[in-house]
T-cell receptor, first 112, second 113 residues
Framework: NAGVTQTPKFQVLKTGQSMTLQCAQD?????MYWYRQDPGMGLRLIYY???????DKGEVPNGYNVSRLNKREFSLRLESAAPSQTSVYFC???????????FGPGTRLTVL | AQTVTQSQPEMSVQEAETVTLSCTYD???????LFWYKQPPSRQMILVIR??????QNATENRFSVNFQKAAKSFSLKISDSQLGDTAMYFC??????????FGEGTQLTVNP
């Protein structure tokens, strides 16, 4: 039981490049989330998916797209990376009954 | 708009002592959930404790307990018998209807030997 896994752990991009962050969970959770964490700002919700086949915007969705590929996987795509997207990205999942979220180990992304 | 405020950016405590981290929030909803998470230097976010707003009783998980005061919109975390492994950043989070999730800015707790 790996919980929530994320790949890659680290990534460096040049401005304008694209990439996809991968997330998978093996806890049979319905809900999945993408957050970004910036120094002094806590975590901010980018997108979430309440169930397979649905996605909704969070607090800071601009510049990102998501795909809920199946119940296990929820990917985050940066189409044209910008330096303002330099951050640590966390994926999380929950069973949807307000039990709190289980987090992945994070991806540290630097955009030059 | 929802806000969650953690007014203590940093705190320190001696090993084996008790420390309380504060969190206040603002919502117009009556039914919501509150959480405390711990983020140690490894960066892994770990759920510590949850509280349902409609429950009067304060949640407790081993050495961790909360003081939930709904009228004051306050949700503090008490850590008893502090251990070196409790050194971490602690985040308060609020969840309301429609998966509206708001984190506080965090409190860095250092447990000193």
């Amino acid at each position: 039981n790996a919980g929530v896994t994320q790949t890659p752990k680290f990534q460096v991009l040049k401005t304008g490049q694209s990439m996809t962050l991968q997330c998978a969970q093996d806890m049979n959770h319905n809900s999945m989330y993408w957050y970004r964490q910036d120094p002094g700002m806590g975590l901010r919700l980018i997108y979430y998916s309440a169930s397979e086949g649905t996605t909704d915007k969070g607090e800071v969705p601009n510049g990102y797209n998501v795909s809920r590929l199946n119940k296990r996987e929820f990917s985050l795509r940066l189409e044209s990376a910008a330096p303002s997207q330099t951050s640590v990205y966390f994926c999380a999942s929950s069973d949807g009954d307000r039990g709190g979220r289980f987090f992945g180990p994070g991806t540290r992304l630097t955009v030059l | 708009a929802q806000t969650v405020t953690q007014s203590q950016p940093e705190m320190s405590v001696q090993e084996a002592e008790t420390v309380t981290l504060s969190c206040t929030y603002d919502t117009s909803e009556n039914n919501y959930y509150l959480f405390w998470y711990k983020q140690p230097p490894s960066r892994q976010m770990i759920l510590v404790i949850r509280q349902e707003a409609y429950k009067q009783q304060n949640a407790t998980e081993n050495r961790f307990s909360v003081n939930f005061q709904k009228a004051a919109k306050s949700f503090s975390l008490k850590i008893s018998d502090s251990q070196l492994g409790d050194t971490a950043m602690y985040f308060c989070e609020q969840e309301t209807s429609g998966s509206r999730l708001t984190f506080g800015e965090g409190t860095q707790l250092t447990v000193n030997p």
